[in-house]
């Protein structure tokens, strides 16, 4: 009953809380949705255990982490950011996009309230395979470094135990040209074993978990191949 509970009030403060965002001066947003992350935190019952240089998260960098799942996002938000900082953006896939529905109408009503959840946390949406797609997320990347943090899964994929096998180079030649660091971040759950691309999503699954999230000292901008692999290197190594 208690999970029942629990998974009812997780999604009902998400549509709350895309609902008041268009709401909100862009000078509070940040602010409150961090909070709002570590509320969504604490209402699943996540124990995030942080480890190294947490120095590193007082600044804006670009993070790259391996990928369990959806989960993980709440995890690193309440992590990365500070209650007075910029805000940090993430690249997120836009399966929940343009999805077919019996009913017209209320695919274009799912379609804004999704467009409302991407717009509310802060996720420039990417669609795999597209290149067109990758461009726009490559140019709004460049933007966001500008002034902020940019958070990524640098497989463009979830595996099972946080596996990693390979990385794509799109981001690490930003780094690169545009002279940025990179912070590696490796998580490893305790009780959690994620789930394979394609798999079903059970929130479930993301209620009573032990995380520990490890920062790695940064990676300088240096030839994007160096920088991906020693990336991945550290990535790995606590994984």
């Known amino acids: 009953m208690w999970t029942e509970l629990r998974l009812g009030i997780f999604s009902i403060s998400i549509l709350g809380f895309i609902c008041i965002c268009p709401l ?15 509320y969504m935190r604490k209402l699943c019952n996540v124990n995030v255990y942080v ?14 982490s391996n990928h369990y799942e959806g989960v993980d996002y709440i995890v690193l938000y309440s992590v990365v950011t500070q209650p007075l900082s910029r805000p940090c953006y993430v690249i997120g896939k836009d399966d929940l996009l343009g999805r077919q529905y019996p009913i017209k109408t209320l695919g274009s009503v799912v379609d804004f309230i999704v467009r409302l959840f991407y717009d509310s946390g802060y996720i420039i949406p990417y669609t795999r395979g597209d290149k067109e797609s990758g461009v726009r997320v490559r140019k709004k990347a460049i933007e966001v470094l500008q002034n902020n943090s940019l958070l990524l899964f640098p497989e463009g994929r979830s595996w099972r135990k946080g596996a990693c096998h390979e990385f794509k180079a ?12 990179i912070v590696p ?12 691309k394609g798999e079903k999503c059970i929130l479930a699954d993301w209620l009573d978990i032990d995380v520990d999230v490890y920062i790695h000292d940064k990676v300088d901008y240096k030839d994007h ?11 790995t190594s606590k994984n």
């Open 24 to 38: 909100m001066l862009e000078s509070i947003h940040s602010v409150v949705f961090h909070y709002f992350m570590i």
């Open 51 to 64: 480890h190294g240089n947490k120095e590193l998260l007082k600044e804006n960098h670009m993070y790259m």
């Open 225 to 235: 191949k160096l920088m991906l692999q020693e990336t991945f290197e550290k990535i």
């Open 170 to 181: 799109g981001m690490f030649e930003v780094a690169e040209e545009y002279k940025h660091s």
């Open 185 to 196: 971040i490796t998580l490893k759950y305790r009780n959690f074993d994620g789930k394979n």
